[in-house]
Nanobody
Framework: QVQLVESGGGLVQAGGSLRLSCAAS????????MGWFRQAPGKEREFVAA????????YYADSVKGRFTIFRDNAKNTVYLQMNSLKPEDTADYYC??????????????????WGQGTQVTVSS
């Protein structure tokens, strides 16, 4: 089992940057595929980005491609989401998630067994 704790959220102006971190407990972090999702008020949770356990493959939602970067440091048991050129529509609670299994459906919430508590990101115009 793994526990996830996100940090790094906050208030930023449009065009700015934030880096979210997700620290994982346990000694097998490097066997988990990781994902970032977000949920805006009144909307469903949506996929943002995912990274395979080795870090060799990454995936992005079209809405963030070219602006966000997901990466991980397995030695630190941490996955990051670097967010640049932020837009007001990026405002949401951001969640990291983990799965022990290789899933082709990495872009769906159901693919992940473990979730963090979320961190809030607000982008002002």
């Amino acid at each position: 089992q793994v526990q996830l704790v996100e940090s790094g959220g906050g208030l930023v102006q449009a065009g700015g940057s934030l880096r979210l971190s997700c620290a994982a407990s346990g000694r097998t972090f490097d066997t988990y595929d990781m994902g970032w999702f977000r949920q805006a008020p009144g909307k469903e949770r949506e996929f943002v980005a995912a990274i395979r356990s080795s870090g060799g493959f990454t995936y992005y939602a079209d809405s963030v491609k070219g602006r966000f970067t997901i990466f991980r440091d397995n030695a630190k048991n941490t996955v990051y989401l670097q967010m640049n050129s932020l837009k007001p529509e990026d405002t949401a609670d951001y969640y990291c998630a983990a799965t022990r299994y290789y899933r082709v459906s990495y872009y769906t919430s159901n693919a992940y067994e473990y979730w963090g508590q979320g961190t809030q990101v607000t982008v002002s115009s």
